[in-house]
């Protein structure tokens, strides 16, 4: 009795989905001789409006829709179609110097094919890499199948959700731990003790909670012992490259700069997942949105320039559950819509898919969805197919478009 108490302290102490999420993975391993990709996936929560995030400034219809404080009109200009002058919002300048660098491609009207407005229908379905509630939904996520077959053999660590616990695009993955921050280290709680209770309770166990929690300690373990440290023992504040600072966005910049340190102590991490979430604007939206796109920019500059010297291919990808209204609503806000913006930038080699422009649906009533939206004119799983293919040729798409 005392031993299972003692077990459920130590799980409500923030293991456990450190140790029983990663439940199962796909025994694929990639080339040893070549250096393990890193995809790193950023989840905007909420449902940004992508229309003002990337905005057709010179679009009439859009322009009758809309007061001007939801539009980007007076944004960087990105010169990616003849026909309609997109522009990113004002705040997002360092994501358009990354654009003119040939390093980003965009899709401006991506999402589910289903017809939903629900974040969680649409989170969840886009966790296991859905498209319909007729699918019969997979136990990994989509991004855990990929990093299966992209990972090396004998990795430690190939999957990370920097939050509480693994994001359903990593559930299912082995080797996969769920670290808010490494500041204070990794080790389990009670010190030795607590990892010698829990090494005894899954060191025999053939359950895949127990494969689960062994791989998971291997994986805290080793993250634990490449961690710098002082004469005092206690864990070193994580230095950036020169001139990196992440402290301009927040708790989202603390999250980007944990992944990346991760990235670093560990070669074979080839798939990462933060969350950004403020993106529900249904009233009050220009300066909620602006100070979001303001975070949000100056955050994965801060990454881009970090991982500059990663010294293997990587690569960042973008979205959102789905899209906002075309027209403003009466609160200065926009309600839930459907087509989004997916756009992906990456380094550690050229980037193939650089300055590439998905396909625009329009804005004429006959082109709107319902008469009221942004038709999705890109399945958002072939946008992610585009970048994983991109990054990892060799490696077959986590699923299939369509």
């Known amino acids: 009795m005392n031993l299972i108490l003692n077990r459920r302290a130590l799980l409500r102490a923030g293991l456990a989905t450190a140790l029983l999420l990663g439940l199962r993975g796909l025994a694929f391993a990639a080339d040893p001789a070549r250096p393990a990709p890193l995809l790193l996936l950023v989840s905007l929560r909420g449902g940004m409006d992508g229309l003002h995030f990337l905005s ?3 679009d009439a219809r859009f322009n009758a829709a809309r007061p001007s404080s939801l539009i980007a009109g007076n944004g960087h200009p990105l010169e990616a179609s003849r026909e309609t002058d997109f522009r990113l919002h004002a705040e997002a300048g360092p994501l358009a110097e990354i654009w003119r660098d040939g390093r980003m491609a965009i899709w401006p009207a991506a999402g589910m094919p289903l017809t939903t407005r629900s974040h969680f229908e649409a989170q969840t379905l886009m966790g296991w890499g859905g498209g319909s509630r007729g699918e019969s939904p997979v136990r990994e996520g989509w991004l855990a199948r990929w990093a299966a077959g992209a990972s090396p053999a004998g990795a430690e660590v190939i999957g990370l959700s920097v939050r509480g616990g693994l994001s359903a695009e990593l559930a299912g993955a082995r080797h996969a731990v769920a670290v808010a921050s490494l500041a204070g280290g ?3 709680p009670q010190g030795e003790f607590g990892a010698a209770m829990l090494e005894a309770l899954y060191r025999h166990g053939r359950s895949p909670v127990a494969q689960a929690g062994r791989d998971a300690l291997a994986g805290l373990g080793g993250l634990d012992r490449r961690l710098p440290r002082g004469a005092d ?5 994580y230095q950036p490259a020169a001139g990196v600072d992440y402290a301009r966005a927040g708790t989202f910049g603390q999250a980007l700069a944990t992944a990346a340190q991760v990235a670093k102590l560990s070669p074979s991490l080839v798939a990462a997942t933060v969350d950004l ?3 529900d604007t249904h009233e009050g939206q220009p300066n909620r949105f602006a100070e979001r796109v303001r975070v949000l920019s100056h955050g994965l500059a801060a990454l881009d320039a970090d991982l500059a010297e990663l010294g293997r291919p990587w690569t960042v990808l973008v979205a959102s559950e789905f899209g906002r209204r075309l027209r403003a609503n009466r609160s200065e806000g926009t309600d839930h819509g459907r087509a989004g913006v997916v756009f ?5 080699r050229p980037f193939g898919l650089g300055r590439r422009f998905g396909p625009w649906p329009g804005l004429n009533a006959e082109q709107l ?3 009221v939206d942004l038709r999705v004119a890109t399945d958002y799983r072939e946008a992610f197919r585009q970048v994983v293919a991109e990054l990892a040729p060799d490696r077959a798409p986590a699923f299939a478009p369509g």
């Open 344 to 348: 992906a930038f990456g380094g550690g």
């Open 369 to 371: 969805e319902e008469g």
């Open 277 to 279: 979430g403020g993106w």
């Open 233 to 237: 023992g206690k864990v070193l504040p």
């Open 186 to 188: 990794v080790a389990p």
């Open 56 to 58: 057709p400034a010179d």
